[in-house]
């Protein structure tokens, strides 16, 4: 952890590159930074996944409306005010980001974080050592 989950309806596909938009919440992410200073997620723990939706309706119909969902996910540990921050990077990046649809059409964003209350939490593989500190 933590995840970020993009949920955006198809038709976002052809005004705006999904793929520089994960690349630009990951780094957003990246940067959030604790009341020390201290980086809060850890580079190898840092994931951005985008799905669009293969159906959806958006409001009432009457256009071809667009939608973007922004679920975080995090692990418990972390200050409300640290979870706030994370949360208002994530919305500064996705708004930038989304400005020149935003003024062409319009689009619903929601941004949410989750922090988990794991009842198992594995994590395993090789990406993490990449990323440790050598000291």
């Given at each position: 952890m933590p995840h970020l989950v993009v949920l955006y309806t198809r038709n976002l596909e052809a005004e705006t590159d999904i793929g520089a938009l994960c690349r630009t919440l990951a780094d957003a992410m990246l940067a959030v930074k604790d009341e020390s200073g201290a980086q809060v997620f850890p580079t190898g723990g840092t994931r951005v996944l985008a799905y669009p939706a293969a159906h959806h309706a958006v409001a009432d119909g009457s256009g071809d409306h667009a939608f973007c969902w922004f679920n975080l996910r995090m692990g418990r540990g972390r200050s409300e005010a640290v979870q706030c921050a994370a949360g208002q990077a994530l919305a500064d990046a996705a708004k930038a980001h989304f400005a020149p649809v935003l003024a062409?059409?319009?689009?619903?964003?929601?941004?949410?974080?989750d922090v988990g209350a794991e009842v198992f939490d594995a994590k395993f593989g090789n990406l993490h050592p990449l990323f440790a500190k050598k000291t």
């Open positions: 062409r059409r319009p689009v619903g964003l929601t941004l949410q974080v």
